[in-house]
């Protein structure tokens, strides 16, 4: 389950590019609270901590905006393209026991019965849970498996539901591998070898 992690923050007027790009020089993210119907606040964050915290897209943060506390959840985090630092932040405020909706990341446990493969054809799938007990990850157990794992045999934790309405989808494909055959590639190359080494004996009797 994720951490509570407490980040100070601060109310900004000053908007636009310019404002940001200088906010940004200065150490801080610009970022938006929303959620609840209530008006939007605009705030801004310290760069280190905040970064180190969305590192976890799901990470239950305590915002204390000039001494009021307020629960939110990362729903947006917009990166340089180049760079990858965070430039923006949308924030949804919530409430403790309040459930919500997440992509949790999918963790693959053990490997399918012998000769057989996977892919993880979904990374991540949406669950509903209590803002204040949201999964790291969501596990399937693939140990000894010969078809497809589906939504159906993901190991969800306690109080937590899938948000998702296409369950016949594979979560995790079991296939078998495809074995090339390079029985003709290795003729050729023999061949080619044999012609090249026979013109190279012609050439040296010619001399």
Do not use: C, W
Request: charged share 30%; aromatic share 2%.
């Amino acid at each position: 389950m994720a951490d509570k992690i407490v980040i100070p923050a601060t109310t900004r007027t000053d908007f636009g590019k310019g404002a940001a790009r200088k906010a940004r020089r200065s150490g801080y993210i610009p970022g938006v609270v929303y959620g609840h119907g209530e008006d939007p606040i605009h705030i801004l964050l310290p760069n280190h901590e905040t970064t180190l915290a969305v590192r976890n897209p799901n990470a239950l943060i305590t915002l204390d905006i000039e001494g009021k506390k307020q629960l939110v959840l990362p729903k947006d985090i917009q990166r340089d393209a180049i760079y990858r630092s965070v430039d923006h932040l949308d924030l949804l405020a919530v409430r403790s026991g309040e459930k919500v909706v997440v992509d949790a990341p999918v963790e693959v446990i053990g490997e399918p019965a012998s000769g057989l493969e996977y892919l993880l054809d979904q990374p991540t799938v949406a669950v509903e849970a209590e803002a204040t007990h949201l999964p790291d990850s969501i596990s399937i157990d693939i140990t000894d498996r010969e078809e497809n794992a589906l939504p159906e045999h993901l190991q969800l934790p306690a109080g937590v539901t899938l948000a998702i309405t296409d369950l016949e989808s594979p979560v995790v494909t079991i296939y078998e591998p495809t074995v090339q055959d390079l029985g003709d590639e290795d003729e050729t190359a023999e061949e080619s070898e044999a012609e090249a080494t026979s013109e190279g004996e012609s050439e040296g009797d010619d001399a």
